[in-house]
C-alpha cells in the first residue's frame, strides 16, 4: 500500500517540478576560461518570473555573479554584441546591459543608439532548453 501511495504522490507532484526553471547556458569568448554565462532560475512553479543573472569570467582574474532584470517564464532572447575590448553589450526585450571581463562588471546601459558593434550571437532555446547561438548559425 505505500508504494501505491508513493508512486501517486510523484505523479503529483511531477508536474510541478517540471514547470520550475534552472538553467544555465554560456558563450565561450576564448575556450572555457573566458565567458560570458546566463543563468534562468524559477525556484517555484507558482511565481510568474525567472530570476536571472549574468556571470563574468575570465579566469583567474574575474568570475562575478550580477543579477539583471527578471524575465517571462517564456525565454525572451538575448542578443550579445561585441562593444570592445572585453567589453559586450547584451540586449533582451528594451533593455540592455554592458558586461566588461575586464573589469568584472555588469551593469544596466541606456541605449538610445543601435548596436555597439557586431553581433556575436543570441541566448535563446534551441530544442527546448537554452543555448547559445553563434552569429550567422
Not at 13 to 40: F, K
Not at 89 to 102: D, I, N, P, V
Amino acid at each position: 500500500m505505500s508504494r501505491v501511495l508513493r508512486s501517486l504522490a510523484l505523479v503529483a507532484v511531477l508536474p510541478w517540478l517540471v514547470a520550475c526553471e534552472n538553467s544555465a547556458t554560456a558563450y565561450m569568448v576564448d575556450g572555457n576560461q573566458h565567458a560570458l554565462i546566463l543563468v534562468r532560475e524559477q525556484p517555484y512553479f507558482w511565481t510568474a518570473d525567472v530570476e536571472q543573472a549574468l556571470i563574468v569570467s575570465r579566469l583567474p582574474a574575474c568570475q562575478r555573479k550580477v543579477r539583471i532584470h527578471p524575465s517571462s517564464t517564456a525565454m525572451v532572447e538575448v542578443e550579445v554584441y561585441a562593444a570592445g575590448d572585453l567589453l559586450w553589450a547584451l540586449r533582451q526585450g528594451g533593455r540592455w546591459y554592458l558586461a566588461s571581463t575586464e573589469r568584472c562588471l555588469v551593469q544596466d546601459w541606456v541605449n538610445d543608439g543601435g548596436a555597439p558593434g557586431p553581433l556575436v550571437g543570441h541566448f535563446r532555446l534551441k530544442d527546448g532548453k537554452p543555448a547559445f547561438i553563434a552569429a550567422g548559425q
